[in-house]
């Protein structure tokens, strides 16, 4: 089949991510990827701007990533988890739990962000039913909070932005709280904490766990808050027994400047969602961790286990994988290599602030945004980028890029010129 063909028919038969069947967005063919370039059908190559949302921090096909995902095919793709184990899922675990926030050693391995998002709120329910309080069955998250697409993430996505409305009558009904408006630099003051006060006050007795992003609220608006408020939050979760889940799904593994976006502020929650750049970008693979307090106290009352277990729990491949990205991360100056990036991004995207329609430009590690006072064209917008050879995805009024860890500066220069461009001519 030509290309053509094949752009037609996944125009009639295939579903993008959140797009019409009917009318979708255009899609570009992607022959290969390397580095951090994307090579289109054609020929033409552009610079990755978005990490594939959040994933391929060591860029595309890297040797040694390639190397551990064909080892581990000489030996086996997949064996269920269930009454078997294996190297890979063994040496991973032992690994996050010496580098996640400390007292969270247990964990549980899935397939996909939003279903680690399911796991840990299954985790918060079971606990507090062991503990003999069946009524903790509600959670507390921000407004502008992100944390996945199945049901249960949804019902404690931001209420408006979050699908809330489509699947009203099907959804849990939970509380949230005010995104924090106190920036990564600001200090938190008691009238940012009141909210979540007055409801932990009201309703921690029927509220399992505060579920949030920490300190990087993502697909939400791509807001970067104060470390000062997390490290209030985890103080009241404590104040009104409410368990705190972070979901790091999209922070996880360096992406802040910090390993971990809970580092900033010095916490560990109860609970951790991990994904996304866990394997690399190559293959999907999540977990979420959690204390032996919690683990315990889920297996020590009937049904005395926990009622969870994928089909490809713990995929060996997905493990492996997962190990040598890990490694590779931890194996260079990761923190150096965040710090020249962050610092390029701040010196190339602050003028951006003068020009009209430009509201708010910030950049924390290696993420760059830059918000606009109206929404993005993403159509005319991905047009453009493929005009200057890069990769940017725009969403709502948000222009931002996360690029690959290995990015040189003049390609990072290029994304940031292209930033500039585009919101000077949309
Ligand atoms: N939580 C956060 C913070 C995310 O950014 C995402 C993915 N965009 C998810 C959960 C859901 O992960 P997945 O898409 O792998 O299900």
């Known amino acids: 089949m030509s290309w053509t063909e094949l752009l037609e028919f996944d125009r009639k038969h295939i579903w993008h991510p959140y797009t019409s069947i009917i009318d979708p967005l255009p899609v570009y063919p992607v022959e290969s990827a390397n580095g951090v370039r994307i090579k289109l059908a054609g020929g033409q190559e552009v610079i990755d701007g978005m990490s594939s949302w959040w994933c391929a921090i060591h860029g595309y096909n890297h040797p040694a990533l390639n190397a551990a995902a064909q080892a581990q095919l000489e030996r086996m793709s997949h064996v269920m988890f269930g009454g078997l184990t294996h190297e890979p899922a063994v040496h991973l675990a032992g690994m996050l739990a010496g580098i996640v926030p400390k007292g ?7 397939d996909s962000g939003s279903v680690s998002v399911e ?50 009558g099907y959804l849990n009904h939970n509380y949230f709280a005010p995104s924090p408006e106190c920036a990564f630099d600001e200090p938190c003051r008691d009238m940012h904490l009141a909210r979540v006060r007055d409801i932990l006050r009201g309703h921690g007795h029927e509220i399992a766990a505060f579920i949030l992003e920490p300190v990087v609220q993502g697909a939400g608006g791509m807001w970067f808050y104060s470390p000062a408020y997390l490290k209030e939050i985890r103080k009241l979760c404590r104040e009104f027994e409410v368990l705190l889940i972070a979901d790091e799904i999209a922070t996880g593994f360096g992406r802040t400047g910090k390993l971990f976006a809970c580092e900033h502020a010095d916490i560990s929650p109860d609970i951790i969602c991990l994904g996304k750049a866990l394997t690399g970008g190559y293959i999907s693979l999540a977990a979420t961790m959690c204390t032996a307090t919690i683990a315990s106290g889920i297996c020590s009352s009937a049904p005395g286990v926990f009622m969870h277990g994928p089909t490809f729990m713990a995929n060996p491949l997905a493990c492996s994988l997962a190990l040598a990205s890990v490694k590779l991360l931890l194996g260079q100056n990761w923190k150096q290599r965040i710090r020249s990036i962050e610092q390029q991004m701040k010196k190339e995207l602050e003028p951006c602030r003068s020009i009209p329609g430009v509201r708010d430009v910030r950049v924390l590690g290696a993420i760059g945004v830059m918000e606009l006072d109206t929404e993005v064209n993403v159509a005319a917008a991905q047009k453009l980028f493929l005009e200057m050879n890069v990769w940017i995805r725009p969403f709502l009024n948000l222009i931002y890029i996360m690029p690959p860890y290995i990015i ?10 292209a930033m500039a461009v585009a919101a000077k001519s949309i």
């Not at 969270?104 to 899935?110: A, N, R, V």
Request: proline fraction near 3%; include cysteine.
């Open 119 to 168: 796991v840990a709120l299954k985790m918060a329910i079971q606990y507090w039913r062991a503990m003999g309080r069946e009524g903790k069955t509600r959670f507390l998250s921000l407004e502008k909070g992100y944390h996945g697409d199945t049901l249960g993430a949804m019902s404690v996505c931001d209420p408006v932005t979050g699908m809330h409305t489509l699947f009203s």
């Open 104 to 110: 969270l050693e247990k964990i549980f391995f899935c």
């Open 408 to 417: 040189e500066p003049g390609d990072l220069s290029r994304l940031t010129q």
